[in-house]
């Protein structure tokens, strides 16, 4: 009777060890989902990328061709990047004055080079004239949309009543 108390108290230490191993690895999973949710607010400027309000470097396209040109910067190592592409695809579809251009670090390192780029996602927001208007890293889709809407704002007080971009076609 003694020999059985013992082997079932062993048993049952280790099947609390287990469970208390699943339950930390499960919070572990958790940290990784609250840092996603919690990111910071706003893009955040990392001391890199072009000047504010100069003459963007000549890039993989044509500025002219959009009222607005938003570039960005990814990797294929970046798992951010890839979250967040079909995100901004949808954003550049709900603007009719809005073009949204990929620069892939693999196939344009020389881009990120003119661009002083070093982080993924980067972002660079572009104006017809190839002046650069905004720029930072965004790690969501909503620092994405609040650094456009910083940049429509500007554009329209700039533009008083020319309407630079027009409302979104779709809701995102």
């Not at 999973?29 to 001391?47: D, N, W």
């Not at 990929?102 to 070093?118: G, M």
């Not at 720029?135 to 008083?160: C, F, I, K, S």
Request: glycine share 8%.
């Amino acid at each position: 009777m003694n020999g059985t108390a013992w082997i079932l108290s062993y048993v049952l230490l280790w099947a609390t060890v287990l469970v208390l191993g699943f339950t930390v690895v499960a919070l572990l999973r958790q940290i990784g989902v609250l840092h996603t949710r919690i990111a910071p607010m706003g893009v955040h400027f990392a001391g890199e990328g072009p000047e504010l309000d100069a003459p963007a470097p000549v890039g993989p396209v044509d500025y002219a061709d959009s009222p607005f040109t938003l570039l960005a910067f990814t990797s294929p190592t970046c798992e951010i990047c890839e979250r967040l592409k079909p995100s901004l695809e949808r954003l550049g579809r709900g603007y009719d004055d809005l073009s949204v251009r990929f620069v892939d670090h693999d196939a344009e390192a020389d881009t990120f080079s003119r661009f002083r780029v070093r982080s993924t996602p980067y972002l660079v927001a572009i104006d017809a004239e190839g002046m650069v208007r905004s720029r930072g890293v965004a790690n969501t889709l909503d620092q994405a949309e609040e650094m456009l809407a910083e940049v429509l704002a500007t554009a329209a007080g700039a533009d008083a009543g020319t309407g630079a971009l027009a409302e979104p076609v779709v809701q995102l």
